[in-house]
């Protein structure tokens, strides 16, 4: 342990424990109906039905036969792990810095904590236009470019590849998401015209202390969707809503792990839905590899409770918030430790709801 830098060791009460409990009943939901050549079919009420349910009872499930081509995940897996076997001084000739945001980095922090990982981001669209700063009235736009290493030759080429078949998947989704809300299908698609979309390729080394440190500590996921590939080590542990255990995600093989964010299930669906906390334990033998998709909409977007969810008996619960503001913020943190608690969507909860419902809690 003397090798170990403490600034991975996590709070005494968010250590993980060893012993592992497995998530039983985790929505397994078939997309096949979905993936035919007919592009006037229309989900079935079952199919909305089963996201619905994984959406307001668990905040995550699993989809198979998602339409995403096996031979395109192998292609940017393999070419994930070659990129993350060279030397470091290799990977850190496109490291990320707070000019250039997208690349390789090694020293991430989540709720201040170093994570055991290292990473490689890149955007689906190249540029990806966003706001210059998070000062409110700075209106400049700036633009994110990729950088993309020497070797592997073929990284790019899987990168992007990927990065457009799982696009496809998430529209979907998000379509299915907008049914089973009552709202028409392609309520979310204007949100996404300029998307601020990601890809990141994760690498978790093994680790000698996994009872102190985490790959990722505990959180929840900003934007809207987001889209997990993970290899057959597994690592991802989500907290139970229905008694906050931590529970394991068993890798479910040619499988993609959904998460609906912070941006539609609690703000565009006025806590319809509500996003779920979630971590990575660390193996001390094996490496982990993971492909997550994180879905967001433009930088302009003013994230608010969609006026259709909102009545007199429901009224909006959270304020509006400007989407890139909120990510330039976000991103801001994970490149110094900061004194205060990162910027949460918990921030922009409507104060006299939360004020009552503290009360009531307490009268109870």
Known sequence: M???????????????????????????????????????????????????????????????????PLETRQRIMAASKEFFAQPLDEKRKVRRDEKRVLGYYDTEHTKNVRDWKEVFDLTVEDPTFVTASYHPDDQEVDEWHNQWPDFPPHLRGACEEYARAVEKLAFKLMELIALSLGLRADRFEDFFKDQTSFVRLNHYPPCPVPHLALGVGRHKDAGALTVLAQDDVGGLEVKRKSDGQWVWASPTPDAYIINVGDIIQVVWSNEAYESVEHRVMVNSERERFSIPFFFNPSHYTVVEP???????????????????????????????????????????????????????????
């Open 2 to 68: 003397g090798e170990v830098d403490p600034a991975y060791f996590q709070q005494p009460e968010h250590r993980p424990k060893l012993e592992i409990v497995q998530a039983q009943g985790i929505p397994l939901i078939d997309l096949s109906e979905l993936t035919s050549n007919d592009p006037s079919q229309q989900p079935s009420e079952t199919l909305v039905e089963e996201i619905r349910n994984a959406c307001r009872d668990w905040g995550f499930f699993q989809v198979v036969n998602h339409g995403v």
């Open 306 to 364: 969609l006026e259709e969810l909102v009545s007199n008996e429901s009224p909006a619960k959270y304020k509006a918030y400007n989407w890139g503001k909120f990510l330039l913020t976000r991103k801001a943190s994970n490149f110094k430790k900061l004194d205060v608690e990162n910027i949460q969507i918990s921030h922009f909860r409507v104060p006299e709801l939360a004020d009552a419902l503290e009360g009531a809690l307490k009268l109870n």
